[in-house]
């Protein structure tokens, strides 16, 4: 039972590229979540979902893309990166509304 | 809207007992957690409080009052492993968002 994966770890982007984030569970968690933290920040959520083939925008959306094309990975996209992401990505998974479960985080630079 | 305050930072020594609060507006929400990150690492789950009142969990307690808008992490017998950041989060009425707090940085001395 590895929990809450993500790929990759680490990744350094030029500012325009694009790039995809990878979670994957395998708790059976119907719930999803995308988390950035930037230093010494709190967590703020980009994107959820409740379920297999649904999305929905959290605090700070724009920029990004998800997609939960099956029901233990949760993709996110960032279509054309800029400095501004450079953060720490968490995603996490719940059972509907218990507390989630994080995964080790992607920590990602812009240039 | 909502949003969570905590204090940015609180001191202490090995052994000693530390409050973290979380003070909060929001229209209602379905309950408080708490959640421990250490430098580098990843949010870990506490605490969790879905009435009024304590729960108590080892040396780690949590208190919600929703009529005051208020909880609290108390953590008791302080040891240089409990230096993290700890975070308050809820999830608001009518929404299946988790929202944390601001964060506040433990750091215990000997």
């Known amino acids: 039972n590895a929990g809450v994966t993500q790929t990759p770890k680490f990744r350094v982007l030029k500012t325009g590229q694009s790039m995809t984030l990878l979670c994957a569970q395998d708790m059976n968690h119907e719930y999803m979540y995308w988390y950035r933290q930037d230093p010494g920040m709190g967590l703020r959520l980009i994107h959820y979902?409740?379920?297999?083939?649904?999305?929905a925008k959290g605090e700070v959306p724009d920029g990004y893309n998800v997609s939960r094309l099956k029901k233990q990975n949760f993709l996110l996209g960032l279509e054309s990166a800029a400095p501004s992401q450079t953060s720490v990505y968490f995603c996490?998974?719940?059972?509907?509304?218990?507390?989630?479960?994080f995964g080790p985080g992607t920590r990602l630079t812009v240039t | 809207g909502q949003s969570l305050e905590q204090p940015s930072e609180v001191t202490a020594v090995e052994g000693a007992i530390v409050q973290i609060n979380c003070t909060y507006q929001?229209?209602?929400?379905?309950?408080l957690s708490w959640y421990q990150q250490h430098d580098g690492g990843a949010p870990t789950f506490l605490s969790y409080?879905?009435?009024?009142g304590l729960e108590e969990t080892g040396r780690f307690s949590s208190f919600l009052s929703r009529s005051d808008s208020y909880g609290y992490l108390l953590l008791q017998e302080l040891q240089m492993k409990d230096s993290a950041s700890y975070f308050c989060a809820v999830r608001p009425y009518n929404t299946d968002k988790l929202i944390f707090g601001t964060g506040t940085r433990l750091q215990v001395f000997p």
């Open positions: 996490a998974s719940s059972y509907a509304w218990d507390p989630p479960n």
């Open positions: 409080n879905a009435l009024d």
């Open positions: 979902s409740v379920g297999e083939g649904t999305t």
């Open positions: 929001t229209s209602g929400f379905y309950g």
